[in-house]
């Protein structure tokens, strides 16, 4: 059942409510929590549809708050209950000056009594504990992979870290986590260093090289490949390397010093598995939090090699002024003596 309403409030969003569930028969003691999806146009549908199916494992009251500019302030609705549906959806398109005070909406369509998460498909917001939908939430989704600058999102994030905040780039690696803990403790041997290969700009990436390096207490190199995602983790030993290599995004090779190499399933997750996994716990993620906080001590080396490379080639570019200056000074002065050698001869003669 769809009930559509334009230009409404939230009194009549609540009755539409009421009626959609007393039609299907749907009682809201069957739902566990709220998720608030915050989104705009371009994300609605694949936001909705990842909402939904993982709807199906935790049956939730969903608002998805999509927003767009405008002059006047302007909310329409949108109530979804049953035919296929699980739980209630309720998408909210606020426009105009309604967008930047969308707390006072939202807040009386909470479910009473339950966890409420919040979820920000693409750009979150620059400090999300300022953030008046934030503070509504007993957890806090990004996602560092939708953003242009994805390691400078991450470290922003660890700037503004609240109990409660996890990305779904760390998410990603939930599988690649559980496989190398398991190579260590089949293979306990003392690690000498460690290579991440992934391609560039993953925020994946660099999480799992911060948690292998603060954990493992090694250098972790990065080396940047096409792809997709990340492609390989190696772990150095005296006896050889452990490593998982995974080319296609589906299938990861599995090898161990001593034993032959091994087929393991690691396809990429979709965001619906992700969001899904997320909904199952609604404690604090410490590991998370403790390699959030680790990021900017991996990346500073990066950083400090930069810097120094750029010193170099500017010291470089200076001595190269100095030496052609040089080479022209000397031309200069013999221009000058040999005219002043020639008028004292003309003097002479």
């Known amino acids: 059942m769809i009930i559509s309403l334009t230009e409404t409030t939230t009194a009549q969003i609540s009755s539409a409510l009421l009626q959609a569930r007393r039609s299907v028969g749907s009682p809201t003691m069957g739902m566990v929590l709220t998720l608030l999806v915050v989104c705009d146009e371009k994300e609605y549908e694949h936001a909705?549809?990842?909402?939904?199916?993982?709807?199906?494992?935790?049956?939730?009251?969903?608002?998805?708050?999509?927003?767009?500019?405008?002059?006047?302030?302007?909310?329409?609705?949108?109530?979804?209950?049953?035919?296929?549906?699980?739980?209630?959806?309720?998408?909210?398109?606020?426009?105009?000056?309604?967008?930047?005070?969308p707390a006072s909406v939202v807040r009386p369509l909470l479910l009473p009594d339950s966890p409420v998460v919040i979820w920000w498909p693409g750009r979150a917001p620059a400090q999300i504990s300022d953030d008046e939908l934030a503070v509504l939430a007993l957890r806090r989704i990004t996602d560092a992979a939708a953003s242009r600058r994805p390691l400078a999102e991450l470290k922003a994030r660890a700037a503004d870290y609240q109990p409660g905040d996890t990305d779904l780039s760390w998410t990603r690696l939930t599988r690649w986590r559980a496989l190398l803990a398991a190579a260590l403790d089949q293979y306990p041997a003392r690690i000498r260093g460690a290579a991440v290969e992934a391609e560039r700009g993953s925020p994946s990436a660099d999480l799992l090289s911060a948690w292998l390096q603060s954990r493992l207490k090694v250098k972790v190199?990065?080396?940047?490949?096409?792809?997709?995602?990340?492609?390989?983790?190696?772990?150095?030993?005296?006896?050889?390397?452990?490593?998982?290599?995974?080319?296609?995004?589906?299938?990861?090779?599995?090898?161990?010093?001593?034993?032959p190499e091994r087929l393991v399933a690691l396809k990429r997750r979709d965001t619906t598995d992700l969001i899904t996994e997320e909904l199952r716990r609604m404690d604090d993620d410490d590991v998370y939090a403790y390699v959030l906080q680790s990021l900017p001590r991996?990346?500073?080396?990066?950083?400090?090699?930069?810097?120094?490379?750029?010193?170099?080639?500017?010291?470089?570019?200076?001595?190269?002024?100095?030496?052609?200056?040089?080479?022209?000074t000397p031309a200069k002065k013999t221009a000058k003596s040999t005219e002043a050698e020639a008028n004292d001869s003309s003097q002479e003669d």
């Not at 549809?49 to 049956?59: V, W, Y």
């Not at 006047?72 to 909210?92: K, Y």
């Not at 096409?226 to 090779?253: E, F, K, N, W």
């Not at 570019?317 to 100095?322: D, G, H, L, Q, V």
């Open 48 to 101: 909705l549809r990842a909402a939904m199916e993982a709807g199906r494992e935790h049956p939730a009251r969903i608002l998805l708050v999509v927003t767009a500019s405008g002059r006047s302030a302007r909310l329409d609705a949108e109530v979804r209950i049953g035919e296929g549906t699980p739980g209630e959806v309720v998408v909210l398109r606020m426009r105009g000056p309604l967008s930047a005070h």
């Open 298 to 328: 991996y990346s500073a080396p990066r950083t400090a090699k930069r810097k120094v490379a750029k010193k170099s080639a500017t010291s470089n570019k200076t001595s190269a002024k100095k030496i052609a200056k040089n080479k022209k």
């Open 221 to 259: 190199s990065r080396k940047h490949t096409p792809g997709p995602g990340l492609t390989a983790v190696r772990m150095t030993t005296a006896a050889g390397d452990i490593a998982i290599t995974r080319s296609d995004g589906l299938l990861a090779s599995y090898a161990v010093p001593g034993q």
